[in-house]
């Protein structure tokens, strides 16, 4: 069992920065692929970004590309996604999840509201 508890969210600026952390319990983030998800009012959740287990490799969706970043602090058990160049339509709760058990998204924490505002 992964247990995983996101926080960082709040209100910003358009044009702002924020960084969203997942603390991970239960197993080593070195150990299996995370990411991120997002859900807006009204719509399905999506993917946002992802690191492979090993943090060689990193994927983006095309509409943060550029200005997200996905990292892992395996010490701290804790991943991280550096959020800039904030836009309204960045607005939304933001999940955590753990590909565990399996190849799939089967752990996920409880969201992080993100609110890009003037």
């Known amino acids: 069992q992964v247990q995983l508890v996101e926080s960082g969210g709040g209100l910003v600026q358009p044009g702002g920065s924020l960084r969203l952390s997942c603390a991970a319990s239960?197993?080593?983030?070195?150990?299996?692929?995370m990411g991120w998800f997002r859900q807006a009012p009204g719509k399905e959740r999506m993917f946002v970004a992802r690191t492979d287990w090993s943090a060689d490799r990193t994927y983006y969706a095309d509409s943060v590309k550029g200005r997200f970043t996905i990292s892992r602090d395996n010490a701290k058990n804790t991943v991280y996604l550096q959020m800039n160049s904030l836009k309204p339509e960045d607005t939304a709760v933001y999940y955590c999840?753990?590909?565990?058990?399996?190849?799939?998204?089967?752990?996920w924490g409880q969201g992080t509201q993100v609110t890009v505002s003037s």
């Open positions: 999840a753990a590909q565990y058990p399996g190849p799939t998204f089967g752990s």
């Open positions: 239960g197993r080593a983030v070195s150990s299996i692929g």
